[in-house]
């Protein structure tokens, strides 16, 4: 399944991975916009990326029977994108696990953790608030 935009199959069995790749990579492309396969997990980090600014939008919809989810990338009146860095930090060979005490600040706090709670997805901040531990996805500065 090949789209003009290029293929939405994930051949990667991380798609936390393979989500931060393709913003990272549509970024530096300078595209508007990066479709990729949906799924929960994929939609709740774009959700939260979505409320702290760091992507313009996203939104699911169905192509060819499959279900996809497209997000709208952000820049600055520069051109340059809002997001300047991306990193996985759990992965499949190695999960990270944290204490809500002990959950690191991205750059001082310019930047965001992502933390997999036991209620949901939510960033670093708010999982230190609402003092719940759990796995810490990725970091975005």
Sequence with gaps: MV???GSLLSNT???VSDLLNRLRNGMRAGHDRVDMPASRLREDLLRVLAEEG???SYRRFEEKGRPVLRVGLKYDPEGEPIVTGLERVSRP?????SAAK????VLGGLGISIVSTSKGIV???AARESRLGGEI???IW
Aim: glycine share 12%.
């Design 3 to 5: 789209s003009e935009r």
């Design 13 to 15: 069995g991380d798609p």
């Design 54 to 56: 760091y992507i313009a």
């Design 93 to 97: 060979g190695r999960r990270v696990y």
């Design 102 to 105: 002990e959950i690191p600040e």
């Design 123 to 125: 960033t670093g901040k």
């Design 137 to 139: 996805l990725c970091n």
